[in-house]
């Protein structure tokens, strides 16, 4: 049983440019969520996404949008990037209904230069 | 607004002993609380759920206690060995279908 599944792993990007981040929720599950992790930090919720909606959003710019699919994969999308940004980006998966916790994929650590 | 506070920051201990890690949150109308573990650079890897209506939750030497009404989270970790070296990170479950972490317990366990 496949758990939540993060491409790239790695990624570099430049100033001012634009990032796609993908997650495949861990199976059976309906519901993605996105955090951002600083260095030495606990993780920071963006957004929520269950049946292709955002359900709840954290307190980060419109720069971060995303998207749910069909099948329950999900996208984070940065614009306009900052130095800021750099950080591991977390996925996780859960069920809607209830509350069974939450499965981490291994994240994306994104460096802006 | 729940804030989630975790002492230590970091705790170095020789193998072998028990200690205890320690989570407070400021609103104690929660969902659920869950402990993780990180390993430098990369993704979570939970540990312990443990719902609003119980008081603890074992798996093997792991054991976490919740008191709802103190908003307050321990987890023990008995005969500590070299391999639980890792960050520990405790998130709390609000309601709002999000998790608030703390900044986490840096735990070095040495042979």
């Known amino acids: 049983d496949a758990g939540v599944t993060q491409s790239p792993t790695h990624l570099i990007k430049t100033r001012g440019q634009q990032v796609t981040l993908r997650c495949s929720p861990k199976s059976g599950h309906d519901t993605v969520s996105w955090y951002q992790q600083a260095l030495g930090q606990g993780p920071q919720f963006i957004f929520q996404y269950y049946e292709e909606e955002e359900r709840q959003r954290g307190n980060f710019p419109d720069r971060f949008s995303g998207h749910q699919f069909p099948n329950y994969s999900s996208e984070l999308n940065v614009n306009a990037l900052l130095l800021g940004d750099s950080a591991l980006y977390l996925c996780?998966?859960?069920?809607?209904?209830?509350?069974?916790?939450?499965?981490f994929g291994s994240g994306t650590r994104l460096t802006v230069v | 607004k729940q804030e989630v506070t975790q002492i230590p920051a970091a705790l170095s201990v020789p193998e072998g002993e028990n200690l205890v890690l320690n989570c407070s949150f400021t609103d104690s109308a929660i969902y659920n609380l869950q402990w993780f573990r990180q390993d430098p650079g990369k993704g979570l890897t939970s540990l312990l759920l443990?719902?609003?209506?119980?008081r603890e939750q074992t798996s093997g030497r792991l054991n976490a206690s919740l008191d709802k009404s103190s908003g307050r989270s321990t987890l023990y970790i008995a005969a500590s060995q070299p391999g639980d070296s890792a960050t520990y990170l405790c998130a709390v479950n609000s309601g709002y279908s999000t998790l608030t972490f703390g900044k986490g317990t840096m735990l070095l366990v040495s042979p």
């Open positions: 996780a998966s859960s069920y809607w209904e209830g509350n069974h916790g939450y499965t």
């Open positions: 443990i719902q609003s209506s119980q």
